[in-house]
Each structure stands twice: as structure tokens, then as C-alpha cells.
């Protein structure tokens, strides 16, 4: 989504990079020093083989993507967000920040979210705007002289490395929650992972549910959407 301050043109031509390289292979991946192969709860997963493809939806733009019931139907749920913010628009970085939380506050299944901050000065002033920032982490500095479109080499080798840092979180993310659907599978689970207690547009329209019936009809989701997880 743009943040700040970018031209609409920029912007397309930026998120028409992005998109050009949004399959990767897992091959090229930086394996996580964190992954365990014995804790792995999938017994064929491998870092050698396969792909991660990025599906990337404009904010400005609901056909085909968000919807009020995106966190229900998994292969709508928003698991990113991308803010893209110019330099020279003279936004302040935190700004940008606080607006990129703010739009997305309606998606709280949100697992990794990235500022893109395009023409940086790499400068004192630069590291003043990132020390400013709530989660400098987050951030993500593109050279002052890189040009923005369809034939950009630099921009496109930008794109492919935080995309693979991106994919690699992802997929520690999703092994996580694989884990956490087994008792809710199996119905030993005492409780719901906070990312499976699904809300949908019904419940906010309907009458309020008795406890019991709300928590059985929560569970009852969580077990239709731990399958389609894995």
C-alpha cells in the first residue's frame, strides 16, 4: 500500500516489480537457525525443493482480495503488509509507519509488516527518521539513484532479497501454527490459539451468543480452518 507520499505511477511500477518476482524457490531461502527437522511437524517439508508464491493485493483495491471475511477463509487471510513510502515526498518515516498500522489494524492475523522507504539519502538524516521509528526493524532503505520500473535490475535484486526474508518468516509462521492446530484436531485443545478465534461479519451483525455456544461455534471454525492450514 502507499504510505506518505508516492506517485500513483511509482507506486504501480514498483508493485509491478515486486510482483514479477513474487515465486521463489525454496532452494534460495536462508534456512533459519531456529528450524528444527525432528520438531518439523511436516514430514515431507524440505528447504531443497519447492516454492513460496507471494499473492499481493492492493489495499486500494477489494476485487478478488480483502474482504470482511478474510480472516475466515484461509486462502484469503492477509498474513503481510507492504508500506511504500518516497523519500522525497518529505512524509516523516513515522508518520508512514503509524499509517501503515493504522489501515491494517483490520487484519490482526498480520505476521510481518515492512516499511519501504524508496530514495533514501543513507544519510544522518535517514538515521535520525529510523531511530524515530517504533519498529526500525521493520524498515527497509532503497538507494537515493535506483530507478523505478519494469526494467530495473537493482530494484528487481531489492525486490528478490526482502521477498526471501519475507518467504522465510512465512514458513516458520505456518510450521508454528501447524503445531498449534494438532489439539485443536485431536479436541484436546483447552483453548484456541488467538489466530484461530475467528470472527466473521455474521458476529458482529448477530445477536450476542451465549458463552458456551460462542465458544463451541469458535471451535468449530477453528477445527473447518486448521485443514486448510496444513
Given at each position: ?15 509491478r ?26 514430514e ?33 487471510q492477509?498474513?503481510?503488509a ?51 521509528l517504533?519498529c ?29 526474508d ?23 485443545a ?41
Open positions: 500500500m502507499p504510505v506518505g507520499g508516492i506517485s500513483p505511477k511509482d507506486f504501480r511500477r514498483f508493485a516489480t515486486y510482483e514479477s518476482v513474487a515465486n521463489l524457490e525454496k532452494s534460495g531461502l536462508l534456512r533459519p537457525a531456529e528450524f528444527s527437522a525432528q520438531d518439523c511437524p511436516l515431507t517439508f524440505s528447504w531443497r525443493s519447492g516454492n513460496v508464491r507471494f499473492h499481493f493485493v492492493d489495499v486500494n483495491n477489494n476485487a478478488g482480495g480483502l474482504s470482511g471475511w478474510g480472516d475466515f477463509q484461509a486462502h484469503r492477509v498474513h503481510g507492504i508500506g511504500v513510502l518516497h523519500a522525497k515526498a518529505g512524509t516523516a518515516w513515522e508518520e508512514a509507519e503509524q499509517e501503515l498500522r493504522r489501515r491494517t489494524e483490520a487484519y490482526p492475523n498480520i505476521a510481518v509488516r515492512r516499511l519501504f522507504v524508496i530514495g533514501s539519502s543513507f544519510d544522518d538524516k535517514a538515521a535520525a527518521e529510523r531511530q524515530q517504533t526500525p526493524d521493520e524498515c527497509v532503505e532503497f538507494p537515493p539513484d535506483m530507478a523505478i520500473g519494469d526494467d530495473s535490475s537493482t530494484l528487481r535484486t531489492h525486490a528478490e532479497v526482502t521477498l526471501a519475507m518467504a522465510t518468516k512465512f514458513i516458520m509462521l505456518f510450521l508454528t501454527r501447524l503445531k498449534e492446530c494438532t489439539p485443536v484436531l485431536e479436541g484436546s483447552k483453548d484456541l490459539p488467538a489466530w484461530l478465534r475467528l470472527e466473521t461479519p455474521l458476529d458482529m451483525d448477530g445477536e450476542p451468543l451465549e458463552k458456551a455456544k460462542r465458544k463451541k461455534r469458535l471451535v468449530a471454525r477453528g477445527r473447518k480452518y486448521s485443514p486448510d492450514v496444513e
